[in-house]
């Protein structure tokens, strides 16, 4: 499940950033569903949210990091399905912009719902997956309670 996740959104993410950068020009948006939701081409050098403008060569070596973990993690323990659908969109997620920083120096954005900054799919299974982990963490890993005889669970040793 990991890697087909893995793969899955790095060659749609690859894909839609092809079909953007040919069908689109920078800059310049294409209404889809106006006021609310644009195509808008733009080449982004920072990291997120254009935050750090042309430093985004700052990731390299995070998204380095963080794929080399999360292949030892899954080499190491065999975590549930949900986990390894939820960091295989990370790994091709982080790994859809880590090739448009390798290849163009920038990472191609094209989504633009104008109250937020412009993204793309590698960015969209990125948030889905830090949101999942977290909600797993949350509400995920609870040990269920056991009854006792008298149907009032046991408290936990000290």
Known sequence: MFWRAAVFVF?????????????????????????????TLTHNTGIAFGL??????????LTLCVAGGLVWYHQRHKPSRGVQLLTGLLLGGALG??????RLGYVVDMFDFVVWPVFNVADMAITCSLLGLMALQFWGARAPETPTAAGVPEEPPR
Do not use: H
Not at 13 to 36: E, F, G, H, I
């Open 52 to 61: 750090l403008e042309g430093r985004g060569w700052l990731t390299i070596p």
């Open 97 to 102: 912009n880590f090739a448009d920083r390798i």
């Open 11 to 39: 060659l749609v993410d690859q894909v839609v950033k092809l079909w953007a950068t040919r069908s689109l020009m920078v800059d310049q948006s294409l209404p889809v569903l106006p006021p609310y939701f644009y195509l």
